[in-house]
Structure formats: structure tokens, C-alpha cells
């Protein structure tokens, strides 16, 4: 028997002695409904009817998780183990459910699902950077989601807006073909392009195809993948969120991927934005972005040459150049 247990039967049995709930109400500080709540309990129960009970309401008719809801919660915990926010974001890509993050809390609370494994993160000074204009450097990317399967990737330094396409192969021509779809959906005209070290973009036609264009062409050195960390870091958000909850045998995948695109950049909240999506970050910008004709004014094509793959080889060249 807990404290409060032993309060109560002391209260009840004093009833049962003086017969007189003005005086035991007075003596015991309590008032006279919660006096004779207690000794009903008593009377009706014995010692077990003065346990504390639960005040949950017997239905929820106002509740807004219902069990085929809260399935598809727990599933996207346990089979991906996704937080509270990516929960939220996956229930409305997936399948139009719009929840706040305390119901999909509640829910998870409720069912008792396990929390997932904290990562110890070692704290490091890095140095960030974020381009202040949409367009100004736009990082661009190849990554393999499966044998004869390769996604481009092209992500706004500033706003993190993002072009996808899907291709069998990672080749020069599909990188031309993968330029044009950038410069003709990116909403902003496109100033710089940054790139690795990989071969396919490094072909004549396209460097060339940006200097026609007025777009200036700047490769990371090698073994430094931190530098283009925007676009590694938006395509492992694709294995992990997109990816991984379709069939990529899917005859219609290019158009998922579409979908998918759009969804990330009008309706998918960044961290990095404090919470704002592409689109929101792109029309705060607005009175900052030039049009093309002026980045086309400040193009120097002398400047600019065609650059090798072979990165040592690109320093000779470079200082020869200068020299």
C-alpha cells in the first residue's frame, strides 16, 4: 500500500469511528465531496478502490491518430527508423497526411515504441559557407542508386533548390543532356557550376556548352568531397528518404522522381533553412537575383579555358597559362 493509500483509509476509518464528516474533514484538511468519494470506493472496492485510477477518458471521439494511422507511424519508425520531423515530412509526401509533430510524438509515446539510438557527435570547428544569391554556385553531382541506374544531382548553393534526373550511364553526353534540364528548370540564371574531379564532366562539348552560355565551370580538387557537401548530403537524403520507399523497378520511376523533386523543393522543410523550404528561401532572394542579361555582361570568356580531369596536369597548365 503507497502513501496515498495509507491516507485515505486513515481518513475513511476515522469517518467509520466519529460518524461525523464535519470533524473529520477539519482535522484532516480535505474537503466533504472528496471524503465521501473515497469511502463509496471504500465501501464498494475495499483497500483496492483507494488506488489512484487512470482519468483517461473512455473515447476519444476528437482524436486525431486513428489505429490505421498510427500503424503506418510505427512502420516508418521501426522499418526506417525515421524521427518525429521525418515521420512528419514522409506521412505527407506518402500518403497526404498532414499531422504536428506532438500527435506523431503522442502516437509514438503511446505505442511505446523504442527511441532511436543516439549518435555521439564529435564537436568540431568547422568553417560554413552559404552563397548569398540563387545561381551564384551551383553543385553538381553523379551518384549511383543501382547497376545501370545513375541520378544527377544539381543543388543551389543558396536556396538548396534542386534538379534530379535518372540516366543508365554516367557519360559526357548524358551530362550535356543533364545541363540543359538544369539551366531550364533552375528559376534563376546559374553563375557558376562546381563539380568533381569525375571524367563525364570534363569532356570538351561540355565545358564548352558553358562557356557558350556564359556559366563558369569550377572543379573541387581531389579527395575533397567536403566541398561539394550540399550535393552529397541531398543525395544521401534521396537513398534515405526517397529511394527507399519506392520499387526501382518501377516502369514509371523517372515520374516519381519528379514528383519527388517538386515535393523537396515547394513543400519539404530544410534544417539548414531554419525550417524553410527551397522556394521559401528563392523568394526571400528575390530582389537579389540578377537577370541574365547581367550575368552575361559580367562573364569574362578570357578567363576561362578548358580544364583537364587530371588535376596535377590542370596545375601545369594553370601556371603556364600565367606565365
Not at 66 to 74: A, H, N, R, T, V
Amino acid at each position: 500500500m503507497d502513501t496515498n493509500q495509507r491516507k485515505r483509509l486513515k481518513w475513511v476509518l476515522l469517518f467509520k469511528e466519529l460518524g461525523n464528516a464535519g470533524r473529520v474533514c477539519l482535522k484532516c484538511g480535505i474537503s466533504r465531496p472528496t471524503l465521501r468519494k473515497w469511502v463509496r470506493r471504500y465501501e464498494k472496492y475495499g483497500e483496492e478502490g483507494l488506488k489512484d485510477q487512470s482519468r483517461r477518458p473512455h473515447s476519444s471521439p476528437g482524436r486525431k491518430v486513428d489505429q490505421k494511422i498510427e500503424s503506418l507511424i510505427l512502420h516508418l519508425r521501426r522499418s526506417r527508423k525515421l524521427g518525429v520531423k521525418r515521420i512528419r515530412s514522409e506521412l505527407l509526401r506518402l500518403h497526404q497526411i498532414q499531422l504536428s509533430l506532438e500527435t506523431v510524438h503522442k502516437a509514438l509515446k503511446r505505442s511505446q515504441a523504442e527511441p532511436l539510438p543516439k549518435h555521439r557527435r564529435i564537436k568540431k570547428t568547422i568553417k560554413r559557407y552559404n552563397r548569398p544569391v540563387p545561381g551564384d554556385r551551383v553543385q553538381m553531382d553523379v551518384c549511383r542508386i543501382a547497376p545501370g541506374l545513375y541520378q544527377y544531382t544539381a543543388v543551389d548553393d543558396c536556396s538548396r533548390y534542386r534538379v534530379l534526373a535518372l540516366y543508365s550511364r554516367r557519360t559526357a553526353a548524358n551530362s550535356l543532356r543533364f545541363l540543359e534540364k538544369a539551366v531550364e528548370e533552375m528559376p534563376f540564371p546559374i553563375q557558376r557550376i562546381q563539380t568533381d574531379r569525375g571524367r563525364e564532366f570534363f569532356a570538351y562539348k561540355f565545358q564548352q556548352r558553358l562557356m557558350d552560355w556564359g556559366i563558369k565551370f569550377r572543379p573541387i580538387r581531389p579527395r575533397s568531397p567536403h566541398l561539394n557537401g550540399k550535393v552529397e548530403r541531398s543525395q544521401r537524403t534521396d537513398l534515405e528518404e526517397f529511394y527507399s520507399s519506392i520499387d526501382l523497378k518501377d516502369p514509371q520511376l523517372n515520374d516519381r522522381l519528379e514528383e519527388w523533386q517538386h515535393y523537396y523543393n515547394w513543400n519539404r522543410p530544410h534544417s539548414s533553412l531554419g525550417g524553410k523550404t527551397p522556394m521559401d528561401k528563392w523568394s526571400e532572394c528575390l530582389d537579389k537575383i540578377p537577370y541574365s542579361d547581367e550575368v552575361c555582361a559580367q562573364y569574362d570568356p578570357k578567363k576561362e579555358r578548358i580544364q583537364e580531369a587530371n588535376y596535377s596536369l590542370d596545375l601545369k597548365l594553370r601556371q603556364i597559362r600565367r606565365s
